[in-house]
């Protein structure tokens, strides 16, 4: 044990800095076991991949010895919501009780802080759409006047998804850089300053990968070096980093660079009268356009879209609006650093979509008759989904998974997206960590599969590393009960919804409510809504009020119970009395109509590997895992898991799943389920 890895042991040992000073601390002896290993890849420059189960308390022991190290430490963790939370509540306590007295820092992406050259453009030309929306705009207004960080999350009221955010922060496409007006004021030029002269960082997943994106394409960091990374709730990295290292352009993008052209014209004489129509035929494109994908399905591949003449003559519409945009503009560029940025920002996406309309090679190599891709769409929408059907033929993506990349769409109510995604990467993930010659420590509560970390290895780019696995400490078989109901139709079958309410209300009478109910497709999640409607627990559905407000509403009812789809399967922390059982409809499998999921697929089985084995199994394992993490968040907490899906028991992978749940004590029985609250 190097000497960190002891300091760190002892802090977190009973009697210790952290037992001494920090209220309601408990030794635990798998959190000293993990803050050793964590200190001693610190220590070796080591990369360390550390499962640690719910209660384990992997925050204090990552953060111990990161301190007590004085190394430059990049601290990266999965939401915004846990990065607050980190530096806000945990890192402070730490430090505090072990007397450190190094510097740390807070960065977000700049969308999440005020920009004063747009809420500036903003007032006096934003339109709003109530009276409360424009009560609103006028809090940001005084609260921009006092605020020292200009971090949006100080506003307290403001929903993530508020129409006013992107009137009042700013993107990487129109940001002004050097040449806008407030740089000396610019909140988030003051955040890196600050995070380049900390010690100890704190950002998040999106802000980490976008660092590493860029340094890719030769831009430059936004984060400082450091000589230590932990990435928190690494699970989600491998997903997160696709994007991040793909392209694309969708409607919202672009109707904000026609919003910002035209706000751009108050301050040159004359140029509404060049800038208007241009802005005008770019958003009757995009809503001929849009209107055109209303005969395509949800999400699909570029192929699929390209199919319909409608779509591919909107592209070209599209294209040639933004051309005509782009081309009006440019002389009023010298006029001031907004045209110029506009500029820049039509031709970029102009470029995008062309890339993206025109594919890749891969793309174009498609044909009709793809034996063996017609065959997978039998592997994805059978044996191994829990998706609602209307799957999207995975041959139209087996063609761009040969290539490494899959081109798709996604549309939402009123808009889209077109993106390019890499089905791999490892590669820029391990050479980036390669080149920082820095420690690495990745940890979750769900890395492992069947007890072993291959699966989220590979996606890392990580060749044999330090792993360590420590079960929850939780007494489980104490604490709680795994249901598994008899009976139960196949569950892509027309009854299985009806028929998996009806076996779930006898759990639900026996613990009155009290109940997170996880669906693996939004049409389930509607159709249990309406069953329940009358039942007499008050009910909280996702999507009826934003995600914050839904779970306050529900940890206050005392007994009521929440339904939610896989977005809820992560960030649901509600501990105590209020969630006394978790109920899965069905294992969670990846819906089979995404088009980066079937590519992936492809490219597994054409090197040779098992579709379902390796990439469909392991997911869905650390999926369920996230779920049923859900159940048990203290001590004193009990509860009942009932997973309802009958593969579990009637197929041969149903071992898996269950040996990388924690040692439940497992029923079929509904009497046992009763006993177990009678008792409480």
Same mark, same amino acid.
């Given at each position: 044990?190097?000497?960190?890895?002891?300091?760190?042991?002892?802090?977190?040992?009973?009697?210790?800095?952290?037992?001494?000073?920090?209220?309601?601390?408990?030794?635990?002896?798998?959190? %000293? &076991?993990?803050?050793?290993?964590?200190?001693?890849?610190?220590?070796?420059?080591?990369?360390?991949?550390?499962?640690?189960?719910?209660?384990?308390?992997?925050?204090?022991?990552?953060?111990?010895?990161?301190?007590?190290?004085?190394?430059?430490?990049?601290?990266?963790?999965?939401?915004?919501?846990?990065?607050?939370? /980190?530096?806000?509540?945990?890192?402070?306590?730490?430090?505090?009780?072990?007397?450190?007295?190094?510097?740390?820092?807070?960065?977000?992406?700049?969308?999440?802080?005020?920009?004063?050259?747009?809420?500036? %453009?903003?007032?006096?030309?934003?339109?709003?759409?109530?009276?409360?929306?424009?009560?609103?705009?006028?809090?940001?207004?005084?609260?921009?006047? &006092?605020?020292?960080?200009?971090?949006?999350?100080?506003?307290?009221?403001?929903?993530?998804?508020?129409?006013?955010?992107?009137?009042?922060?700013?993107?990487?496409?129109? !940001?002004?850089?050097?040449?806008?007006?407030?740089?000396?004021?610019?909140?988030?030029?003051?955040?890196?300053?600050?995070?380049?002269?900390?010690?100890?960082?704190?950002?998040?997943?999106?802000?980490?990968?976008?660092?590493?994106?860029?340094?890719?394409?030769?831009?430059?960091?936004?984060?400082?070096?450091?000589?230590?990374?932990?990435?928190?709730?690494?699970?989600? /990295?491998?997903?997160?980093?696709?994007?991040?290292?793909?392209?694309?352009?969708?409607?919202?993008?672009?109707?904000?660079?026609?919003?910002?052209?035209?706000?751009?014209?108050?301050?040159?004489?004359?140029?509404?009268?060049?800038?208007?129509?241009?802005?005008?035929?770019?958003?009757?494109?995009?809503?001929?356009?849009?209107?055109?994908?209303?005969?395509?399905?949800?999400?699909?591949?570029?192929?699929?879209?390209?199919?319909?003449?409608?779509?591919?003559?909107?592209?070209?519409?599209?294209?040639?609006?933004?051309?005509?945009?782009?081309?009006?503009?440019?002389?009023?560029?010298?006029?001031?650093?907004?045209?110029?940025?506009?500029?820049?920002?039509?031709?970029?996406?102009?470029?995008?979509?062309?890339?993206?309309?025109?594919?890749?090679?891969?793309?174009?190599?498609?044909?009709?008759?793809?034996?063996?891709?017609?065959?997978?769409?039998?592997?994805?929408?059978?044996?191994?989904?829990?998706?609602?059907?209307?799957?999207?033929?995975? &041959?139209?993506?087996?063609?761009?998974?040969?290539?490494?990349?899959?081109?798709?769409?996604?549309?939402?109510?009123?808009?889209?997206? !077109?993106?390019?995604?890499?089905?791999?990467?490892?590669?820029?993930?391990?050479?980036?960590?390669?080149?920082?010659?820095?420690?690495?420590?990745?940890?979750?509560?769900?890395?492992?599969?069947?007890?072993?970390?291959?699966?989220?290895?590979?996606?890392?780019?990580?060749?044999?590393?330090?792993?360590?696995?420590?079960?929850?400490? #939780?007494?489980?078989?104490?604490?709680?009960? !795994?249901?598994?109901?008899?009976?139960?139709?196949?569950?892509?079958?027309?009854?299985?919804?009806?028929?998996?309410?009806?076996?779930?209300?006898?759990?639900?009478?026996?613990?009155?409510?009290?109940?997170?109910?996880?669906?693996?497709?939004?049409?389930?999640? &509607?159709?249990?809504?309406?069953?329940?409607?009358?039942?007499?627990?008050?009910? #909280?559905?996702?999507?009826?009020?934003?995600?914050?407000?839904?779970?306050?509403?529900?940890?206050?009812?005392?007994?009521?119970?929440?339904?939610?789809?896989?977005?809820?399967?992560?960030?649901?922390?509600?501990?105590?009395?209020?969630?006394?059982?978790?109920?899965?409809?069905?294992?969670?499998?990846?819906?089979?109509?995404?088009?980066?999921?079937?590519?992936?697929?492809?490219?597994?089985?054409?090197?040779?590997?098992?579709?379902?084995?390796?990439?469909?199994?392991? %997911?869905?394992?650390?999926?369920?895992?996230?779920?049923?993490?859900?159940?048990?968040?203290?001590?004193?907490?009990?509860?009942?898991?009932?997973? !309802?899906?009958?593969?579990?028991?009637?197929?041969?992978?149903?071992?898996?799943?269950?040996?990388?749940?924690?040692?439940?004590?497992?029923?079929?029985?509904?009497?046992?389920?009763?006993?177990?609250?009678?008792?409480?």
């Amino acid at each position: 044990m190097s000497r960190l890895a002891h300091a760190s042991h002892e802090a977190l040992s009973e009697g210790g800095a952290l037992a001494e000073r920090v209220d309601g601390f408990v030794a635990r002896p798998a959190q %000293q &076991r993990l803050t050793a290993a964590v200190a001693d890849a610190i220590d070796q420059r080591e990369v360390l991949l550390a499962e640690a189960g719910t209660g384990t308390g992997k925050t204090y022991a990552y953060l111990v010895p990161a301190l007590l190290s004085g190394l430059k430490t990049i601290v990266s963790t999965g939401t915004r919501a846990l990065q607050d939370q /980190l530096y806000h509540r945990d890192l402070p306590r730490v430090r505090e009780a072990l007397g450190v007295g190094l510097r740390s820092a807070l960065l977000k992406g700049r969308a999440n802080y005020l920009c004063l050259y747009r809420l500036n %453009q903003a007032k006096g030309e934003a339109h709003f759409s109530s009276p409360e929306q424009a009560s609103q705009f006028q809090r940001i207004v005084a609260w921009g006047g &006092r605020t020292r960080a200009g971090d949006m999350a100080e506003l307290e009221g403001l929903a993530d998804d508020s129409p006013l955010l992107p009137l009042v922060t700013s993107t990487v496409d129109n !940001c002004l850089g050097s040449e806008c007006p407030f740089y000396e004021e610019c909140f988030v030029v003051q955040a890196r300053q600050r995070a380049q002269a900390a010690d100890l960082v704190v950002v998040n997943h999106h802000l980490l990968l976008a660092d590493l994106a860029l340094k890719q394409e030769g831009f430059g960091e936004i984060l400082p070096g450091a000589q230590a990374f932990v990435i928190d709730e690494a699970h989600q /990295l491998p997903e997160l980093a696709a994007s991040f290292f793909g392209e694309g352009f969708g409607m919202r993008q672009i109707q904000e660079l026609g919003r910002d052209c035209l706000a751009e014209c108050k301050q040159t004489t004359g140029a509404l009268a060049v800038v208007q129509a241009p802005v005008r035929a770019l958003e009757q494109a995009l809503r001929e356009l849009r209107a055109a994908m209303e005969a395509l399905p949800p999400r699909g591949t570029r192929y699929r879209a390209l199919t319909l003449p409608a779509v591919a003559d909107g592209l070209d519409v599209l294209a040639d609006a933004l051309g005509t945009l782009e081309d009006a503009m440019t002389p009023l560029a010298p006029t001031s650093p907004g045209f110029d940025a506009c500029v820049a920002r039509a031709r970029d996406l102009g470029e995008r979509l062309e890339r993206w309309r025109d594919g890749g090679a891969a793309s174009d190599a498609f044909e009709e008759g793809d034996a063996e891709s017609e065959a997978l769409v039998e592997t994805v929408a059978g044996d191994g989904a829990g998706g609602d059907g209307g799957v999207d033929p995975a &041959r139209l993506a087996a063609a761009a998974a040969r290539g490494g990349e899959v081109y798709w769409y996604e549309l939402s109510p009123r808009g889209f997206r !077109c993106q390019r995604t890499p089905l791999d990467v490892s590669a820029p993930l391990r050479a980036h960590r390669e080149s920082s010659r820095a420690a690495w420590i990745f940890t979750s509560a769900t890395l492992a599969v069947g007890g072993g970390f291959n699966h989220v290895g590979r996606k890392l780019g990580l060749f044999d590393p330090d792993t360590l696995l420590e079960p929850s400490p #939780f007494d489980w078989p104490r604490q709680a009960l !795994c249901y598994l109901p008899r009976n139960l139709p196949e569950p892509n079958t027309r009854t299985f919804g009806a028929a998996m309410l009806e076996a779930v209300r006898p759990v639900l009478d026996a613990s009155n409510g009290r109940a997170f109910l996880l669906f693996a497709s939004h049409r389930a999640l &509607r159709e249990a809504a309406q069953a329940l409607r009358g039942a007499p627990w008050p009910l #909280f559905v996702q999507g009826e009020s934003p995600k914050a407000e839904l779970l306050r509403r529900f940890r206050e009812s005392g007994n009521g119970v929440l339904l939610g789809s896989a977005t809820f399967r992560e960030g649901v922390d509600v501990a105590g009395d209020a969630l006394s059982v978790v109920v899965i409809d069905k294992l969670p499998f990846a819906a089979p109509d995404d088009p980066v999921f079937e590519a992936r697929l492809d490219a597994v089985r054409r090197r040779g590997g098992n579709p379902f084995r390796d990439e469909q199994l392991p %997911q869905a394992v650390i999926a369920l895992k996230q779920g049923v993490g859900r159940l048990i968040r203290t001590e004193s907490d009990r509860g009942v898991l009932v997973l !309802c899906d009958p593969r579990l028991t009637g197929k041969p992978y149903g071992r898996v799943f269950m040996e990388s749940l924690p040692s439940f004590t497992v029923t079929r029985r509904i009497e046992d389920v009763q006993a177990f609250f009678a008792r409480a």
